[in-house]
């Protein structure tokens, strides 16, 4: 895989079922999370563009849970990113730090809306240039 980023965390208890194992709902809190803390990376706010008018915005989710999660897991969650006319394609994976397996893949795609209308956006397209092929 060509991944661009990635960052650690940790399941907390409260994350999980009565399973024990991270409900499937926290997965996308955590792909989101990651998908946040690129954009600081490539030096945008995600707030901040808010404020600008300019919001990214999910369109599609597909998901693939693979492995279980559980309480006190350490995980790395990976991104690559691709873009195919107005839309941004995050491809995320999640895997688990002790065996390095892979618990949850996802593609996620994301358009913009500026002052609330599709629409390109320079500031994300500047941003993200360097990390798509």
């Known amino acids: 895989m060509k991944y661009c980023f990635e960052t650690r965390m940790e399941v907390r208890d409260y ?3 009565i399973e024990g194992i991270v409900n499937n709902a926290n997965y996308l809190h955590y792909a989101e999370h990651t998908r946040h803390l690129f954009l600081k990376k490539c030096g945008l706010s995600f707030a901040q563009m808010h404020e600008r008018g300019i919001d990214a915005v999910v369109a599609r989710m597909q998901l693939e849970y693979k492995a ?3 309480c006190d897991d350490e995980f790395v969650s990976r ?3 691709e873009k195919d006319g107005l839309k941004y394609i995050f ?3 999640i ?3 002790s065996d390095e397996a892979l618990c949850f893949r ?3 795609t994301l358009v913009c809306l500026i002052n609330g209308r599709l629409a390109v956006s320079e500031d ?3 941003a993200f240039a360097p990390y798509l092929s």
Do not use: S
Request: a negative charge; aromatic letters at 14%.
């Open 91 to 93: 491809h995320q994976d």
């Open 79 to 81: 991104l690559w990113l």
């Open 124 to 126: 994300y397209d500047q």
């Open 106 to 108: 996802g593609k996620m």
């Open 68 to 70: 279980p999660l559980h």
């Open 15 to 17: 994350e999980c079922d």
């Open 95 to 97: 895997f688990r730090a």
